[in-house]
Each structure stands twice: as structure tokens, then as C-alpha cells.
């Protein structure tokens, strides 16, 4: 049986996307556009898992996730504009299991999902850990964190996906065009140079770490990660 989401959205774009993107990898989806609908809904078809918006009609996501953690312990992923930590510590303290600021991308919330659905036992896709060890670095895509040193540095999803897929295949050349087929997809009509500006703002993130790795441009061709 698929594993169930609901979406409580009241954007009405949002909503269908990630009903489309989801439905796509398997899952069974319901939508509603208003905190109120949204907990009706619930109560009827008790998901496996939902995604809630925090700012909506009749019901904003913190009444709307307090109202489910008093009846079910059904994991909730907030989604919302804001991004102050004050918002999300709000969130954590009415019961959500996760939190992602908009505007997001599939992938990432994917990623969230299972990794949620894992940690709840819910029937997630069987998916292998994708978590990278290195010295003084760890590329940890199922949580979307890339720490480096001892410390967790902030990086967008295409740069730690870029990052995960060099270091995936240790001293691999990867040209260009590879890159951004692998990374940004087969559908991508920007400039190569996307690449080459990513590539630039990793290597300000990672200077100076450790001898025994690096990101490498080889002239002519494109990049590798390089284990020495």
C-alpha cells in the first residue's frame, strides 16, 4: 500500500506541485487549502504523513499541528516563508518532526520525507543512506547538512547535491555537461558556467579543511573531489 500525504496548503500552486511530484515517487496524496480542511481531512484518512503550511485561512499551521499532536503522533513537516529561528523553534514546540523554509526544492522535501518517515517507521521507500564521511567532513543528504570541521555550515540544496555527487565517485573527472545533467537535469538550459560559480562557492565554504581532500579543477575537462 502507498504510503499517504497530506498536504494543508493554501497555495494553491504550492499544493499542486507537491501533489505532482509526490504522486510521481509513489505516494499517495490528499490536499487541502485551509488549516480547517486540513484537520477534517486528517481525521478521516489519517495519513501516513503531513505536510503543513504555516499561514493559512481559518486555521494557521501551529492550531492545526497542536490539534493532531493531541490526537495522533503522525509525523508533520512545517512548510512556511518564514525563516526566523524563533518561528521554528515555535514549530518544534507544537510537534513538528521537521521544517522547511519556502521556497524550497522536490528534492529536498523528498529527502526530508523519507528521512521523517524512517525515523517514524511509517513505510518510507527503502532508500540507502545517502551520508558521506571524509576527514573533517560529512555530506549528509538525508538530513540536508554538510558539516564541516566541527562545525554545520549552511549550503542550498544544488550545492550540497553537487558536492554529494562529486564525492560520491572519489577521483571521478566529471565534465561540465555531466554535471549539469546529473544536478540540475536533463530539462536545465542555463550556462555551463552554472557549474564553474557553484564549484567557486563550495571551495569558500571548504578552505582549508584537510590535506587529504579537495575539489579539483582538471583543465580542459570539468571537476573532480579528489582523495589523496
Known sequence: MAVSVLIVEDDKNIAELLQ????KEGYAVTVAYDGG?????????????????????????WEVCKAIRAEDDTPVIMLTA???LDDKVAGFKTGADDYITKPFEMKEVLARIEAVLRRADRGAPEAPARRLVFDKLVIDMDAFELLVGDHKVEAPPKEMELL??????????????????????????????????????LREKLEGTSDKWCLKTVWGVGYKFEVL
Open 20 to 23: 505532482l511530484y509526490l504522486e
Open 37 to 61: 480542511k486540513g484537520l477534517e481531512k486528517f481525521r478521516a484518512i489519517h495519513p501516513d504523513l503531513v505536510l503543513l503550511d504555516l499561514m493559512m485561512p481559518v486555521m494557521d499551521g
Open 82 to 84: 518564514k525563516s526566523e
Open 164 to 201: 554529494y555527487y562529486l564525492a560520491s565517485s572519489p577521483n571521478r573527472v566529471y565534465t561540465r555537461n555531466q554535471l549539469l545533467d546529473e544536478v540540475w537535469g536533463f530539462d536545465y538550459f542555463g550556462d555551463s558556467r552554472t557549474v564553474d560559480v557553484h564549484v567557486k562557492r
